[in-house]
């Protein structure tokens, strides 16, 4: 099969799937699954989902191919993803040392820090565990849902004030973050959600594939944050 326009997304939801047939591509590059699983299997014990059965239908239908483009991405370094999205953020002029982890902000808010990334993120339904009036400079960043150890490890440096992420069982780093507050100590975690804190990325991804495939046409079809506040 020759692919000659290419449709990248974080998600393949069927708005997506919808928006990738009408644009003519032939193929999806997703950064997460397509069938409501970390390991993006077509359970059988879905088989007679009406949800699942329609979206692959539509999928077969349209004669897509779908390949999930994740592990490798955050494999690049620096993480291709971490990449996207700090420079959607505008904060690539603040890494410390380079890093696309830590930052060195201007004082501000908590609250401010997380209506300028609402905006730059189109994140819908932020959340946060902490102060918003705390003034903050120091900055970590997790993208996506990495596993709690890594967001509490970057808690535990005395200089971070505000961890941003996007995503955590609320009984791990939510309530660490609570329990440092109740003892004293200068933290807030702003949770914006997986998809806002990743989304960049993949925007980054289809520039990423058109450099270094030019004879492909590469479109790139925003999933949207899937949240809407009530």
Known sequence: MSVSRVAVCFVASVEVV????ACGAE???THEPTWYNASDEFFEWMEAD????????LIED????VWRFHDYMHAIRPDLIDVGVVEEMGWSDFRIEGSYKRFRISEQTVADVANALKVALNATCPRLVGDPDLVVSQVAFCAGAPASRSQIQAL????VELLVGGESREWETV???????????????LILGHSASEEGGMKHAASWLRRILPEVQVEYIESGDPFVAV
């Open 18 to 21: 919808r928006k990738a047939i």
């Open 27 to 29: 193929m999806i590059v």
């Open 50 to 57: 009406t949800v699942q059965r329609e979206k692959r239908q």
């Open 62 to 65: 349209s004669g897509l191919a």
């Open 156 to 159: 535990r440096d005395e200089s």
């Open 175 to 189: 309530e660490y973050v609570r329990d440092a507050v109740a003892l004293g100590q200068r933290k807030a975690y």
